[in-house]
């Protein structure tokens, strides 16, 4: 029996949550660039204005850039092929540009996940990464996904599906330490990492849960004191 096609994609409260998110940022960083013109405020107080302000117009602008990647990125499986349209790694670039992916689901004979960590910066990210191997052992890399509950792809059901419709079971290759950023949710490395034992795992996984902590802390501040200034 032939399955309905289904496709995957960024729900749209990922949609909303990154539109608000860019404007909010733009703009508040617009204003805190601007304000210091309207302020007999002393030189170094201004240097520092101008320099968050411009700090968070660029944010703004880079999340303004990919928000195209969170509309036009999707995975659909009609039974017999897997297609997907999904971000291209382009490395720093803010500019998204996408690749077409095409694989007969009867040439699929594994699919794979694992847990990336990236570290930039001294800061560290996990991303769940999904990716399927043919029949002559090419690997299509789908996408890495942020590994957050507000901004990202149903991994564990699109990889169910795509595991069910070609007869093989997910395979966890676990954590890895990941040397590309992947923007906008690009796969972006070779899968050629080898696995972090457990105790190591586990370190890199908290790590990135601190930072994503640091991340949401700091956003929260923003909004406090923008509310402040009203």
Not at 6 to 33: C, E, H
Not at 165 to 175: E, P, S
């Amino acid at each position: 029996m032939t399955q309905p096609e289904r496709t995957w994609g960024y729900n749209l409260g990922s949609k909303i949550f990154v539109a608000v998110l860019a404007l909010f940022t733009l703009g508040l960083g617009l204003v805190f660039m601007w304000l210091p013109l309207g302020f007999g405020a002393p030189a170094a107080a201004l240097w520092v204005l101008e320099i968050c302000g411009l700090l968070m117009a660029a944010f703004g602008a880079f999340l303004a850039a990919g928000f195209g990647v969170f509309v036009a990125t999707h995975v659909t499986l009609d039974g017999a092929t897997l297609r997907a349209l999904v971000p291209e790694e382009r490395g720093w670039n803010p500019v998204p540009r996408f690749r077409s992916i095409v694989v007969p689901v009867a040439e699929i004979r594994a699919v794979e996940r694992r847990t990336e960590i990236v570290k930039v910066m001294g800061m560290s990210s996990a991303r769940q990464a999904l990716s399927v191997v043919d029949a002559a052992g090419r690997r299509f890399g789908l996408f890495s996904s942020a590994d957050t509950t507000l901004i990202r792809l149903p991994l564990d059901t699109i990889a169910a599906a795509i595991a069910a419709a070609a007869g093989v079971q997910v395979v966890d290759l676990g954590t890895v330490i990941a040397g590309a950023p992947g923007l906008f949710g690009a796969e972006s490395s070779s899968w050629t990492e080898a696995p972090l034992g457990a105790v190591a795992a586990a370190k890199a996984r908290r790590a990135a849960a601190v930072t994503l902590q640091i991340v949401v802390a700091l956003t929260a501040l923003t909004f406090v004191l923008r509310a402040c200034s009203h």
